[in-house]
């Protein structure tokens, strides 16, 4: 079995973390993203800029940005719904910026009220604009590996919108579990077809640990050749159709077992553990991550 | 890859389970054993003979054993410390019966104050005394995948554990994760060189979900070929070592990946999550599965 030497972990607690919790103040937020920013993490999703009434836990995105430290060597980027998003976005100096598109079309009506066709549509000058601008696009295809209105959503529907999107000029793919519908077998049929035909296109995994399966899911797309992989700290965020229910796969969590597995991830998982302890403080509710909570192994 | 076609699950919430929980009345234990006969699971850990002083919640387990119904090709077994226990399992009908010794020096000596090697002279001992009742014995080695107390285990300590009880005449070999130190790699390195050794014995692993990993190892053991787990119904039992951290791989957890990866467990979900809801009745506080929080991804 192959396994990748090194592993790029991208933290996005700041944004889908706290984006998924109840609204919490300005400066904790900066507090937080300044925290990570010292454990050797080299990615972190910082804001979204999307309308406040829509998502009200963003609504001081430009307000956290300014504030916070940009630590050299970290790579930061940006959420945006739309092309006034993304004008925020790049006002505010971000060079990476995420997109967002449902494969089930049902997920994408009910949140944007507009057909996955539609969305790509509005993706494609989404691109550009950001290509004038000197930014990256990266196409998040959200309910890759299930949805919760539709259920299974058919691979080749996520392959095709895969190849539309980098047809459009896409710069990197990430596949989102949106409700920790992925397992192992999932993440095989998705992904592995897109490494064969875009073996030069980055692509970047999103698991929520909803049904405990991140880990395992992790695994496998390591033996895929995958080596970029999201995380929120301490498992910040939640799950929107099961109240109750466990978000993000916990940052800690990862990088304690790939680190154990011999498989370099340049964070420092004591800076991480204090980094969820603040998170949880900040949340004020007891946060799902097993590591935060037993310590590491040794 | 190469994963089996079906994977044999022995569910041990009713003994690992609640043993590490508040002691429950044994009408409780009761029906919790009885409906988890009923989901189709063929293997179950119902109870262990140990002295009440040391663990009350298994105070009342020729009760519990001789209440439950005892269901036609379930397959029920017993846990016993010493000949007392196993005079006591014998008595009660257990034709399956397993002993337990620590692979970490310290940890035997603070659980039985015995060192590991006193212990695997105990264990020759009641080897022959079961073998010569007619009943089978199964050695766990606990803490095989790191100790909390020596931290790393030396997998050849592992190994030289695994020769000396098979010589002994053990029938088969469980490997506990006693305190979720478990991660892929070690997996491998204490599971894969005793499949290639002792090809006709009968391997059973038993993970926690301390820190994330316990799907995870699973995965990769299935890699290995390994078709037997131990699994707690809504992850019951905690972490004696880390107050509030999580305890065994939920079960409806491990039945949902496998079923979704087109892997035969004969265990049906459905009924696997009304006993989870039962044992998080029982026990009174929320039992960490997610699949229990969630429910099943369709």
Same mark, same amino acid.
């Given at each position: 079995m192959t396994l990748p030497d090194r592993v790029s972990i991208r933290e996005v607690g700041p944004r889908d973390g706290l984006q998924n919790e109840d609204v919490v103040p300005t400066e904790a937020k900066v507090r937080l993203l300044d925290s990570l920013s010292g454990?050797?993490?080299?990615?972190i999703e910082a804001v979204s800029f999307v309308h406040p009434k829509a998502i009200p836990q963003m609504a001081d995105a430009s307000e956290v940005w300014a504030a916070a430290v940009k630590a050299v060597g970290v790579r930061y980027s940006a959420l945006v719904p739309n092309s006034k998003g993304a004008e925020r976005a790049l006002a505010a100096g971000f060079t990476e910026i995420e997109v967002v598109v449902s494969a089930s079309n049902t997920h994408n009506l009910r949140n944007v009220n507009r057909s996955t066709d539609e969305s790509l549509d509005d993706i494609a000058g989404l691109i550009d604009l950001l290509h004038g601008a000197g930014a990256t696009a990266e196409v998040i295809i959200s309910t890759?590996? $299930?949805?919760?209105?539709? $259920?299974n959503v058919d691979p080749e529907r996520v392959h095709a919108i895969v190849d539309r999107v980098l047809a459009d000029g896409a710069d990197r793919i990430s596949f989102g579990d949106t409700t920790g519908m992925a397992t192992p077998r999932r993440v095989v049929e998705v992904v592995d077809p897109v490494l064969q035909r875009h073996a030069d296109t980055p692509v970047l995994l999103h698991f929520h640990n909803t049904r405990g399966t991140a880990l395992a899911n992790i695994l496998m797309a390591l033996q895929l050749g995958v080596t970029e992989f999201d995380a929120a700290i301490g498992g910040l965020g939640g799950c929107p159709y099961a109240p109750g229910a466990t978000g993000n796969v916990a940052t800690e969590e990862v990088v304690h077992m790939l680190e154990d597995m011999g498989i370099d991830t340049g964070i420092d998982l004591a800076a991480l553990i204090e980094s969820a302890k603040l998170a949880q403080e900040i949340v004020g509710r007891e946060l799902p991550s097993g590591v935060l909570k037993a310590g590491p192994r040794i």
């Open positions: 454990t050797g993490v080299k990615r890759s590996f $299930g949805c919760p209105y539709e $259920g």
